[in-house]
C-alpha cells in the first residue's frame, strides 16, 4: 500500500534532518522509474531512491543499470554538487517538493506517479513522463502547475462548508467526507470510529454539532508533530501511529522510512541480482538476515558461556592436583630434564596408580604449558 497523504507527513518530518542541507553528489538509475542520488549529509554519505510511489533513504546497496534515462541524465547535469533547502509537502497533497538553490524536484505520487525537474522560474526541465490533463501538462518547456488539490485542506477545514457539503451530498457520511476533504479513507475511517459517528448514515441527515466535532477530530490528526510519531507496522503498510479502528496488532518499528527501504528496496536488490541469487540456498532480507545473525551470535554465546564455566569448575575441582603436577614438571626443568624424560617418570607414577599423573597428556616445554584430561 502507498504511503497515504498523512503518512507522507510524518515521513518527510523523519526526513527534514537528514535531506535538508545535503549535497547531491551522484544521480544513477537503477531502473526505469527507480532513481538513486547519492548525498553528502551530516552524517556522511546516504542513497536518497525516488520511485513513482515513494522517496526513502535505502541501506541497501542497489547497483546502478548501465545507460541513463534523459530524465537521470538531466538530473545528473543540473544538480551536481547542488545544496537541498528544503524538502516540502504541497498542502497535504501526495506531492513533494525538493527545493534546491535554482532549482526544484517535484515527485508527484498521484495516479501512477512522476517526477518533474524545475528551474528556478517553474519551467520544466526534464520529467520522467510526458503527461497531459484537461488543466494542465508535464512536458520540457512547459511552464510547471501542480495537481489541483483532492478536496479541502484538512487543517484548514471550515464546518460552515462541510455542513453546505453534505447537506448538498447523496452519499453516505464517510463518503461525502473522504469526496469534500483531502483525508485518506484510513483517516476517514479513524474519524467516525473514535467519534462514535455513523459512516453509513446519509450524509445530509448529519447533525451540526457532529459536523464540528468531525471537524476538529480531523484538524487534531493532521497537526503533524514529532510527539505524535510512533511508527507501527501493519500487515501490508506502515503508519505514523496505531489506528485504533483496525482489528489487527500493529508491531512498532524503527522509522517510517525504514518500512519502505525494507518493502520496497530489499525487493528491488534481488531483482537486480537475480544471477547470485541462483547460486544461494537461502534468500532473506537484510533485516531477516541480521535478526538470524543476532541469534546465532547470541546461542554462540551461550554455548561459550556454559563450556567456559564447565571448565572453570573443573579447575576448580582439581586445583590441588593441577598444582601439583605444575610443581612436578617445573622441578624437572630446573633439574634438567627433557619432555621425554618429564614424561616417561610421570607416566611410570600413573601405572602404579598416581591419580594426578594419569591426567597428564602431553608438556611444550618451548611454550611453557601442559595438557591434562580432566575427569
Not at 498523512?6 to 544513477?28: D, G
Not at 467526507?177 to 485518506?184: E, K, M, P, T
Not at 459517528?197 to 514529532?226: F, H, M, Q, T
Not at 564447565?310 to 586445583?319: D, F, G, Q, R, S
Amino acid at each position: 500500500m502507498n504511503p497515504d497523504n498523512l503518512a507522507l507527513a510524518y515521513h518527510l518530518l523523519e526526513l527534514k534532518p537528514l535531506l535538508e542541507n545535503a549535497f547531491v553528489n551522484k544521480v544513477s538509475e537503477i531502473q526505469t522509474g527507480l532513481v538513486k542520488i547519492k548525498l553528502h549529509t551530516k552524517q556522511g554519505s546516504k542513497d536518497l531512491i525516488l520511485t513513482p510511489e515513494a522517496l526513502f533513504i535505502t541501506n541497501f546497496s542497489l547497483p546502478a543499470r548501465h545507460g541513463k534515462s534523459n530524465f537521470a541524465n538531466a538530473l545528473k547535469k543540473e544538480l551536481y554538487n547542488k545544496k537541498i533547502k528544503t524538502i516540502e509537502q504541497h498542502g497535504f497533497d501526495r506531492v513533494v517538493e525538493i527545493k534546491l538553490i535554482e532549482h526544484s524536484l517535484v515527485l508527484e505520487f498521484v495516479g501512477e506517479g512522476n517526477m518533474v525537474l524545475i528551474d528556478a522560474k517553474g519551467k520544466i526541465l526534464s520529467c520522467l513522463k510526458n503527461e497531459k490533463w484537461a488543466d494542465r501538462e508535464t512536458k520540457k518547456g512547459l511552464q510547471y502547475v501542480f495537481p489541483k488539490p483532492r478536496g479541502a485542506n484538512p487543517v484548514e477545514l471550515d464546518a460552515r462548508e462541510l455542513k453546505k457539503v453534505f447537506s448538498e451530498s447523496k452519499k453516505d457520511s464517510i463518503r461525502a467526507l473522504i469526496s469534500a476533504v483531502g483525508i485518506s479513507p484510513l483517516v476517514a475511517e479513524e474519524i467516525f470510529f473514535e467519534l462514535k459517528i455513523e459512516k453509513g448514515a446519509p450524509a445530509s441527515g448529519i447533525a451540526e454539532n457532529d459536523l464540528e466535532r468531525i471537524c476538529a477530530n480531523a484538524k487534531e490528526l493532521y497537526s503533524v508533530s514529532a510527539e505524535k510519531l510512533a511508527p507501527v507496522a501493519y500487515r501490508e503498510f506502515a503508519y505514523p501511529f496505531a489506528l485504533k479502528h483496525l482489528q489487527e496488532k500493529p508491531v512498532p518499528i524503527k522509522s517510517l522510512d525504514f518500512y519502505l527501504d525494507e518493502k520496497i528496496a530489499s525487493s528491488t536488490g534481488k531483482a537486480e541480482t537475480k544471477k547470485e541469487e541462483k547460486r544461494s540456498e537461502q534468500k532473506v532480507s537484510k533485516l531477516e538476515f541480521h535478526v538470524q545473525q543476532q541469534k546465532l551470535a547470541r546461542e554462540k554465546f551461550g554455548k561459550a558461556v556454559e563450556e567456559n564455566t564447565k571448565k572453570a569448575e573443573l579447575i576448580y575441582a582439581n586445583y590441588n592436583g593441577l598444582e601439583e603436577l605444575r610443581a612436578a614438571i617445573l622441578k624437572a626443568m630446573k633439574a634438567g630434564y627433557k619432555e621425554k624424560d618429564i614424561m616417561y617418570t610421570l607416566d611410570s607414577a600413573a601405572s602404579k596408580g598416581n591419580k594426578t599423573a594419569k591426567i597428564l597428556k602431553s608438556i611444550d616445554l618451548q611454550k611453557k604449558k601442559f595438557e591434562v584430561e580432566l575427569p
